[in-house]
């Protein structure tokens, strides 16, 4: 019997029709990836789901008693204070509490945390750890149905390695998740809800594959398409040449003729196969080379925290035109300090520069990890206005054709879900053309297919960019050099495989006595592994599983299979170091 089963379900949030005849059902067992270009509906479909909000017509059968658990998207205010062991207890009936305290402890420990960890409180939390919690906090209720809401972003490889073997276990309940990580899904789910064109595609596949089923069906639909398209052409023309030699020669015969076409192409337009809107997300910039060799250079700079605390040094390093730099190191390392640094460094008068110096005809589109441009009450239009030179039309058809519909035009960017606050930036990068793009997790919020299309324009020829991202894929496909914080400096490396493997290579020559089967969970003495290490031989384990992955996903004649058993080979050293 379906957990959950929807039946041509219709919901329209103000002007904006989400779902029109939306179809699908939720079984036992069934672990999916709720996926759809931001806006498309997905958060919503999860308040449908709960009875949050009601359904304009449909049907929505849930099975009765269900037990359901939410895992949230943000973390609630009254929770940053509470440590996380507490903040997980407080989800357990209270006279059972002093019973099952000890499941949350387990739960915990098999999601990376260790025992002075769970005592902290939330907010000196990373946001990975705090996601895991949000995760924590639905799971102990033991839901026979888990919706999880991006339950990704922001997670580093450490905090993603304990979703990723946490969910992949075979006694998990069955799960509908809305999540933009790709690696992610592929991992976990088993079936893809895609949410397009206000209507539903299910694929019993991951989602890589599921894409390339959709895609699959796309062409064929728009061939098909084509050919109809064709066939109402030629019946037009035919229809009006027997209209005028019936109305001509007064051939009621011939007239009838044409009536009778008239209709059938009539027929013929109501059934024309459906071809897809897409996303509307396309972003091109300014892709011509700066007339000079530099766009800036880092010079004998000191990169500190806010309180003045060193982080890392640099020597020289010199951007480029045409540059695509991932700025790489694990969280707390002063990546978003060191574009902070940049961004200082630009806004300041041309002749007050010292260490860092950039090309005097640099124009900067800045993408801020934390979208903290968008905390004010201003509409949608005018927040545009203020920070681009685009002409009132340009802004006008602009958002329209990125999802933003005339309507919602004077809506407050407050308001905003991060999805759609990213789309309006990115879209302020279409209109004002920079030259050089620096984006810090430019891939917190941006929707899948979003994702990719942006990976398709970031890579053509002239774009020069830097950027930080958690995912690995995204860094892979995009960039062509790699700065790397390390041991109190920045400095370049050849790839990223490179960096990848030096995460644990002191990890690997370590001891053979380290061993994290330990009473004492938290300790960090010479027979257990401590948490940096870990999130090193994590981080490794997540490279060496992805690139093996992709490996054996190519045709065997495009396989190496030498390099296949080396992956193998390390990644079982690194799991029987975590045993």
Same mark, same amino acid.
């Given at each position: 019997?379906?957990?959950?089963?929807?039946?041509?379900?219709?919901?329209?949030?103000?002007?904006?029709?989400?779902?029109?005849?939306?179809?699908?059902?939720?079984?036992?067992?069934?672990?999916?990836?709720?996926?759809?270009?931001?806006?498309?509906?997905?958060?919503?479909?999860?308040?449908?789901?709960?009875?949050?909000?009601?359904?304009?017509?449909?049907?929505?059968?849930?099975?009765?008693?269900?037990?359901?658990?939410?895992?949230?998207?943000?973390?609630?205010?009254?929770?940053?204070?509470?440590?996380?062991?507490?903040?997980?207890?407080?989800?357990?009936?209270?006279?059972?509490?002093?019973?099952?305290?000890?499941?949350?402890?387990?739960?915990?420990?098999?999601?990376?945390?260790?025992?002075?960890?769970?005592?902290?409180?939330?907010?000196?939390?990373?946001?990975?750890?705090?996601?895991?919690?949000?995760?924590?906090?639905?799971?102990?209720?033991?839901?026979?149905?888990?919706?999880?809401?991006?339950?990704?972003?922001?997670?580093?490889?450490?905090?993603?390695?304990?979703?990723?073997?946490?969910?992949?276990?075979?006694?998990?309940?069955?799960?509908?998740?809305?999540?933009?990580?790709?690696?992610?899904?592929?991992?976990?789910?088993?079936?893809?809800?895609?949410?397009?064109?206000?209507?539903?595609?299910?694929?019993?596949?991951?989602?890589?594959?599921?894409?390339?089923?959709?895609?699959?069906?796309?062409?064929?639909?728009?061939?098909?398409?084509?050919?109809?398209?064709?066939?109402?052409?030629?019946?037009?023309?035919?229809?009006?040449?027997?209209?005028?030699?019936?109305?001509?020669?007064?051939?009621?015969?011939?007239?009838?003729?044409?009536?009778?076409?008239?209709?059938?192409?009539?027929?013929?337009?109501?059934?024309?196969?459906?071809?897809?809107?897409?996303?509307?997300?396309?972003?091109?910039?300014?892709?011509?080379?700066?007339?000079?060799?530099?766009?800036?250079?880092?010079?004998?700079?000191?990169?500190?925290?806010?309180?003045?605390?060193?982080?890392?040094?640099?020597?020289?390093?010199?951007?480029?035109?045409?540059?695509?730099?991932?700025?790489?190191?694990?969280?707390?390392?002063?990546?978003?300090?060191?574009?902070?640094?940049?961004?200082?460094?630009?806004?300041?008068?041309?002749?007050?520069?010292?260490?860092?110096?950039?090309?005097?005809?640099?124009?900067?589109?800045?993408?801020?990890?934390?979208?903290?441009?968008?905390?004010?009450?201003?509409?949608?239009?005018?927040?545009?206005?203020?920070?681009?030179?685009?002409?009132?039309?340009?802004?006008?058809?602009?958002?329209?054709?990125?999802?933003?519909?005339?309507?919602?035009?004077?809506?407050?960017?407050?308001?905003?879900?991060?999805?759609?606050?990213? %789309? =309006? !930036?990115?879209?302020?990068? +279409? *209109?004002? /053309?920079?030259?050089?793009?620096? @984006?810090?997790?430019?891939?917190?919020?941006?929707?899948?297919?979003?994702?990719?299309?942006?990976?398709?324009?970031?890579?053509?020829?002239?774009?020069?960019?830097?950027?930080?991202?958690?995912?690995?894929?995204?860094?892979?496909?995009?960039?062509?050099?790699?700065?790397?914080?390390?041991?109190?400096?920045?400095?370049?490396?050849?790839?990223?495989?490179?960096?990848?493997?030096?995460?644990?290579?002191?990890?690997?020559?370590?001891?053979?006595?380290?061993?994290?089967?330990?009473?004492?969970?938290?300790?960090?003495?010479?027979?257990?592994?401590?948490?940096?290490?870990?999130? %090193? =031989? !994590?981080?490794?384990?997540? +490279? *060496?599983? /992805?690139?093996?992955?992709?490996? @054996?996903?190519?045709?065997?004649?495009?396989?190496?299979?030498?390099?296949?058993?080396?992956?193998?080979?390390?990644?079982?050293?690194?799991?029987?170091?975590?045993?």
């Amino acid at each position: 019997m379906s957990l959950i089963s929807a039946i041509e379900l219709s919901f329209q949030a103000g002007s904006k029709a989400l779902f029109d005849g939306l179809s699908f059902s939720i079984e036992p067992g069934d672990r999916i990836g709720l996926v759809g270009h931001n806006g498309c509906g997905k958060s919503t479909l999860l308040k449908l789901l709960l009875r949050e909000l009601p359904i304009d017509a449909g049907q929505l059968h849930i099975q009765r008693g269900l037990k359901i658990g939410l895992v949230e998207q943000f973390l609630a205010p009254s929770l940053e204070d509470v440590p996380a062991v507490a903040a997980v207890l407080e989800k357990i009936p209270e006279p059972e509490q002093p019973v099952r305290a000890y499941q949350v402890e387990t739960l915990l420990q098999q999601l990376g945390f260790y025992a002075d960890t769970v005592q902290r409180p939330l907010n000196t939390l990373s946001g990975g750890q705090k996601n895991l919690v949000l995760f924590a906090r639905a799971i102990i209720q033991e839901p026979e149905l888990l919706l999880l809401d991006e339950p990704g972003n922001h997670m580093d490889s450490k905090a993603m390695f304990f979703l990723k073997r946490y969910l992949s276990q075979p006694d998990v309940p069955a799960f509908l998740m809305i999540s933009h990580d790709r690696d992610l899904l592929d991992s976990v789910t088993q079936r893809t809800l895609w949410l397009r064109d206000e209507r539903g595609y299910a694929f019993n596949l991951p989602y890589t594959q599921a894409k390339e089923a959709l895609s699959a069906q796309d062409e064929a639909a728009f061939k098909t398409r084509q050919a109809e398209e064709k066939e109402i052409a030629g019946l037009k023309v035919s229809a009006k040449r027997l209209a005028i030699w019936g109305k001509v020669y007064d051939n009621e015969d011939l007239a009838r003729k044409a009536k009778s076409m008239e209709k059938r192409i009539d027929k013929l337009e109501q059934s024309k196969t459906f071809v897809t809107h897409g996303s509307g997300l396309s972003l091109k910039v300014d892709a011509e080379f700066l007339k000079a060799k530099q766009v800036f250079i880092f010079e004998n700079e000191t990169i500190c925290r806010p309180d003045g605390q060193s982080l890392f040094h640099i020597e020289e390093l010199n951007f480029r035109p045409g540059d695509r730099i991932a700025l790489l190191g694990v969280n707390g390392s002063g990546k978003s300090s060191c574009i902070e640094a940049l961004m200082r460094a630009y806004q300041a008068e041309t002749g007050s520069q010292t260490s860092t110096r950039f090309n005097p005809n640099a124009r900067i589109g800045y993408f801020d990890q934390e979208l903290s441009a968008f905390d004010q009450e201003t509409g949608i239009a005018d927040w545009v206005r203020t920070r681009c030179r685009a002409s009132e039309e340009d802004i006008k058809q602009t958002l329209i054709q990125w999802g933003f519909p005339f309507l919602e035009h004077d809506r407050r960017v407050n308001v905003l879900s991060g999805g759609e606050r990213a %789309r =309006i !930036l990115l879209l302020t990068f +279409q *209109l004002d /053309q920079p030259n050089l793009l620096i @984006m810090d997790e430019p891939t917190n919020h941006i929707d899948l297919q979003g994702k990719e299309e942006l990976e398709i324009d970031l890579v053509k020829p002239g774009i020069s960019l830097l950027f930080t991202s958690h995912d690995q894929r995204f860094i892979q496909n995009i960039a062509t050099r790699f700065w790397w914080i390390h041991n109190g400096s920045l400095t370049e490396l050849h790839d990223s495989d490179a960096y990848f493997q030096s995460l644990t290579q002191d990890t690997l020559t370590a001891p053979a006595a380290l061993n994290k089967k330990n009473t004492d969970r938290g300790a960090e003495t010479s027979g257990t592994i401590n948490e940096q290490d870990e999130e %090193r =031989i !994590l981080e490794r384990i997540c +490279q *060496l599983e /992805q690139w093996l992955a992709d490996d @054996m996903a190519r045709k065997p004649k495009f396989q190496k299979p030498a390099k296949q058993q080396l992956w193998q080979d390390e990644l079982d050293k690194l799991n029987a170091v975590l045993r």
